[in-house]
């Protein structure tokens, strides 16, 4: 993940359990959902996931999604 891409809206999250392409296109898809013009950014191999919109509304996709997401 660009460390440079943050910015003070952006929420970050560990997904631990997103461990393939697979699970990274179901976080995407659930962040779309909610957040359709959000820029997401996801680094498979640490589990993290950046996303620019509210952080609640995004935890509760990914959640929604079957993940457990823990911000950081």
Avoid: W, Y
Wanted: with cysteine.
């Amino acid at each position: 993940m660009n460390e440079n891409i943050i910015t003070p809206t952006a929420a970050r999250f560990h997904v631990p359990d997103m461990t393939c392409g697979h699970c990274e296109k179901s976080v995407r898809g659930a962040l779309a959902q909610v957040l359709p013009d959000a820029a997401v950014t996801v680094d498979l191999p640490t589990h993290m996931v950046q996303v620019a919109g509210d952080a609640e509304t995004a935890r509760a996709a990914l959640e929604g999604a079957g993940f457990t997401p823990t911000v950081v």
